[in-house]
Each structure stands twice: as C-alpha cells, then as structure tokens.
C-alpha cells in the first residue's frame, strides 16, 4: 500500500486555498516545536459564516495537503462547524494520513482554532473570562 492517499498527493501537489489576504477577519498561526513547521490561516467572516479561507504553510506535504483540505471544509460553514471540525476529521476526508503524521493534521485543526479566536477577540465576541479546560 501507498504510504500516502490519492487525497494527499492531489492537495499536496494542487493545495487549494493557498494564499493570504489583506482584509482578513481572523488570522490564526500556529507551529509544532517537535518538527518546525508552521501553519497560518486567513478567514473572511460574514454574518458568523465563513465566507472564504486562505491558508500558508511552511511544512511538510501532510500538513499542505492538510490544511488544503481543511479549508475546503470550513469554506461555507458557520463558525460553529468549523470549531467543531477535528484533526480526525481532516485526515479521514484525506483518505487517512501515516500515524506518525497525524500530528501534521493537528496543525490545521488548531489553526483555524486560533483564527477563530482571533476574530472572536476582535469583534469583541470572545468571552471575557478564558475556561478552564478538563
Ligand atoms: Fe511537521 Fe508534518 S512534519 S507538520
């Protein structure tokens, strides 16, 4: 068996959404310290739907063909699908990733995490108070 999906190859070779953009209204970058690579994604957020998605990554072809496919699957949504859109979820719609690659997914799950955050904290919707986790 191929180490890597068809999926994988195809939005590794032919990311879609690659880019950046001016007028975003989230940006999210996050990094994995263990391998050094690093994920950034723009969102263009209307009436809490996300209406169109741009992403960079420095790094390897999983987490490109990673993030590639996670902005195709939040483009269109609202905020709350896309919160809710996990690293599982990314590498299954890839046709599944390697385990030891699976953290590459994790990038893209986090990114838009933390753009999201970033529009939240913007338009003053983030709740004042962080909660706790576990
Ligand atoms: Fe770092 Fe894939 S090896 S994100």
Redesign the pocket.
């Known amino acids: 068996m191929a180490l890597y999906s068809e999926k994988v190859m195809d939005h590794f070779t032919n990311p879609r959404n690659v880019g950046t953009m001016e007028d975003a209204d989230g940006v999210g970058e996050v990094g ?1 310290a ?4 690093i ?1 950034k994604i723009y969102l263009k957020i209307e009436n809490d739907v996300i209406v169109d998605v741009k992403f960079e990554t420095f ?2 072809g ?2 490109i063909a990673s993030s590639s496919m996670a902005t195709e699957m939040i483009k269109g949504k609202p905020i709350s699908e896309a919160l809710a859109l996990t690293n599982k979820a990314i590498a299954e719609a890839l046709d599944g990733l390697p385990a030891h ?1 699976m ?2 997914s994790v ?1 893209a799950e986090e990114a838009i995490r933390a753009a999201i955050e970033d529009y939240e904290t913007r338009s003053g919707k983030k709740p004042a108070v962080a909660v706790a986790e576990g």
């Open positions: 994995n263990r391998c050094g690579d994920m790094g390897c999983s987490a690659k953290h590459c990038l």
